[in-house]
Nanobody, 124 residues
Framework: VQLQAFGGGLVQAGGSLRLSCTAS????????MAWFRQAPGKEREFVAF????????NYADSVKGRFAISRDNAKNTVYLQMNSLKAEDTAVYYCAAEAYLSGGSTNRDLYDYWGQGTQVTVSS
């Protein structure tokens, strides 16, 4: 299983970015997908997850109402639309996948597969 995240970059506060994560998984629809982020000097933290069919999503309080996770199982891709970006959103963003979760999880230790990360920098 390989995950490749892209779409990061430098954006001004209040702007938007859309991250994508493409998976080399034959049965992508069997995997719960999530986004985490890690800022310098901080632990990797949960951002959002989406269930296998996309019928349920969950967000960290810090991004609720500003970020939206979605998936296209036909394209083996999960997205993270980030709006109203703030300086504190600056971090490396990682996508993660897990086949055995019953629904989804905010616990990074439960995800077995990780992408390489993409840098998001928000200037204030």
């Amino acid at each position: 299983v390989q995950l490749q995240a892209f779409g990061g970059g430098l954006v001004q506060a209040g702007g938007s970015l859309r991250l994508s994560c493409t998976a080399s998984i034959f049965t992508f629809s069997r995997y719960v997908m999530a986004w985490f982020r890690q800022a310098p000097g901080k632990e990797r933290e949960f951002v959002a997850f989406i269930t296998r069919t996309g019928d349920m999503t969950n967000y960290a309080d810090s991004v609720k109402g500003r970020f939206a996770i979605s998936r296209d199982n036909a394209k083996n891709t999960v997205y993270l639309q980030m709006n109203s970006l703030k300086a504190e959103d600056t971090a490396v963003y990682y996508c993660a996948a897990e086949a055995y979760l019953s629904g989804g999880s905010t616990n990074r230790d439960l995800y077995d597969y990780w992408g390489q990360g993409t840098q998001v920098t928000v200037s204030s």
